[in-house]
């Protein structure tokens, strides 16, 4: 019997990739537009690199990549990057085809519903806000709230304890194999994989499911439920 689903967030509910691909692309295009004396492609290198090491949530790229490549933070140019990055993500951060409609018909089901990110607490609020989603988890768990990350079975627990339901009672949705499959799987979740989100070229996942469309994932668990899970 399933009782309760948590999702990941990032190329699970929201294109996230696409979102950051467009978003950087039109912050490099306004900071040349305000006078930076690079090619997009020399500013590109940088910011991937800089992302790379850093991680892609890094929020001060567009400050260390001005320094880098000019010796100082441009304020204008500065100004100009965050503004073209914030319009192009806002015009750009939609979640998947069905996430709502599937959203709403779990909850109607009387399923509890969760979040477990490795996004930045307010990050990952931003997003769900954004996106009109905050109203309908019952617990949402990112990285800040336990300081690890995933496949570390702590945020599992966390946001399985938040809602009051075992392990064996619930199913992790995630685009991630080694992340939110693994971890999950580890501490007796069910798992379905979000082959629609997929980045990483996956092969066969080890999941218990799979989704070429989120909204599989309400026959898959009312046909659990019918047989009694």
């Not at 996430?99 to 979040?115: C, K, N, S, W, Y």
Request: net charge negative.
């Amino acid at each position: 019997m399933i009782d309760a689903v948590v999702f990941d967030l990032d190329n699970t509910l929201v294109d996230f990739m696409l979102m950051k691909r467009n978003a950087v692309e039109a912050g490099i295009r306004a900071m040349i537009d305000a006078g930076l004396s690079y090619s997009f492609e020399e500013v590109d290198a940088v910011i991937s690199r800089v992302y790379e090491e850093q991680g892609i949530e890094y929020q001060r790229v567009f400050n260390q990549v001005l320094t880098e490549l000019t010796g100082e933070d441009d304020h204008k140019i500065l100004a100009a990057g965050i503004i073209g990055y914030r319009r192009a993500r806002e015009a750009t951060l939609v979640p998947y085809p069905h996430v709502h409609m599937t959203l709403f018909t779990l909850a109607r089901m009387g399923l509890r519903l969760g979040v477990v990110s490795d996004a930045p607490k307010l990050e990952a609020w931003l997003r769900l806000c954004y996106l009109n989603l905050h109203h309908i988890f019952d617990a949402v768990v990112t990285f800040e709230d336990t300081g690890e990350r995933k496949p570390s079975p702590v945020p599992f627990q966390r946001v399985l304890g938040m809602m009051g339901i075992s392990p064996s009672r619930s199913i992790m949705v995630g685009d991630w194999e080694q992340r939110d499959i693994l971890g999950a799987r580890n501490i007796g979740m069910y798992t379905a994989f979000a082959r629609y989100g997929d980045t990483f070229n996956t092969g066969s996942s080890s999941a218990d499911f799979e989704l070429n469309d989120i909204r599989d994932l309400v026959d898959i668990i009312q046909n659990l439920n019918r047989k009694g899970g």
